[in-house]
């Protein structure tokens, strides 16, 4: 269950966003749609809890997030909360399966078969022990979200995914992160002003 | 994978980033381990010399090269003193014990001294093959004579006049190994000796060859013998004050304190070591400098990967972990190095004064200061990663993903 309510938040004191309510029930996927400079990223900032809202709450499967420490919220995002970014991060100095057992490490978790899964279910695992700078633009989006799902996690956040792709990969990404996200049991939220998504959602928020 | 394998993960991702911070910490700990080194070395091998020798006594000269050429046979003798004169002294009631010492001739470049059976003793050497001299050229060589010039028992050596290879040959009677010696690490490995009627004996045939128109007196009489230099023990410590004033103020003859000698040629030194290690030092500051401009971009290239692992749920203090072992393990790594870098320069030095002074400094041991010096590399591991680390920990994530 994922609910916010009268979410405000402002960058020092100049630009200030207020932000419509979120009701997902469990299992409900959500679309949050909005032209540029409207508070996207802020809004999935928060939802990832990188932020801290001005005032109103935000509750994540029976969490208030906003009431959490810097430090509980590190192990709240470890255990919960996938991150898919509009351009692909890896660690560099790390291959791709190597990222993978970073993010694992860091969860406390260590599951090499789930790794492996992983990458077959996305089609990369030919390219587990390769740099990540050696990976095609379409490889490196799929290693994202093998990064951001590694961990099992009970809510995906995608940052616009689909921006910078033609039709076909648009449809592509957004099918593989809704069979991802349907496969492990998780939530996802897309944050994007690409029209072409709406289509995909059933349930969907204007900014 | 953990935090530690990432940072060394980090760093050999970007070896070149790092290569001259390591350089330039390499260079000034290996330079000061260097010194340290030789220092010891050097000192050890000074000292496991004077070992049994309170006093020298030679002809009057400076009473450094006194020392120099009777104890450490590295100098030439300031001259030569009349042997009655020398008895004289060892009949001191202060003395203990005294050794003769004899110059005159080298064999290839080893000089073969005439001295006392004692002289063996007194290095706690021992007969590897052979025996001890019976008789007039004979001689007993030292280790590392005999094991570079590969010399046997019954060999017959030609020695020359003077303590250098260019020295004048002696047509006369050559010297007859009987015996050589095991390792004893001093001075005796690199001497050929024989007794002093050897050299006594070498140099009358030699002089009736040369002055054989001249009406020239050669008796062995005790007053017309002369030595070169006599090591003395003293019976009690007390007399190293007194005694050697006494010889030098109403004697013509010199005395010299080894000990005194060497910590003053050590003083001499110790300046221009001490000058080398403050520009190691100074190295070891720039070196730090340039490790900390280095974390320091390269946190800010890695700002983005950075807010990612951070956004996988890692803590700030694993973030400021990672760049402070980053820090650590390339300053452990030029520790590690600057030693192995010092230990080469010992072998180099060793071989060169091998060669030039017949000395043998190999060692491998580790100074105590060595681990100050690692105690030094350590801290500035961590000096230089604290403010990236502190920056690190303050970042704020959700800044740096939304400017990409």
Redesign the interface.
Known sequence: MIKTKGLKFNYDNQVFFEFPDINLISGENLLIIGSSGIGKTTLLHLLAGLLKSESGSIELFGNEISLLSSHQLDRFRKNNIGIVFQRPHFVNSLTVKENLQLAQYIAKKKDNNRIESILKNLNISDKANKKTNQLSQGEKQRASIALAIVNSPKLILADEPTSSLDDNNCTNVINLLQKQATEFGAQLVVITHDSRVKKYFKKSVEL | ??IFK?SI??I???PLSSTISLALLILGIGIISLLLQLNSLIKDQMDNNLKGIDMVVGAKGSPLQLILSSVYHIDSPTGNISLGEAEKISKNRMVGSSIKLLYGDNYKGYRIVGTEKKFIELYKAKIKEGKEWDSSYEVIVGYKVHKKLNINIGDELVSLHGLRETGESHDGEPFKVVGLLEPSNSVIDQLIITSPESVWDIHDTHDHNEDHDEDHDHDHDEDDKEITAMLIKFKSPMNIIQFPRQINENTNLQAAVPSYEISRLFKLFGFGIETLSYLAYIIIIVSGFSLFINLFNSMNE?K??M??????????F?LSRMIIFESLILTTLGFILGLLFSRFGVMFVSSLMEESLNYNLNSFKILIEEYWLLGLSVSIGLICSLIPAIRVYQMN??KI??D?
């Open positions: 994978m953990n990432l993960k980090n050999f991702n970007k890695r983005y990967e807010a990612l692992i951070r956004t996988l749920g890692a803590s700030r694993q994530i959700s993903l939304a990409e």
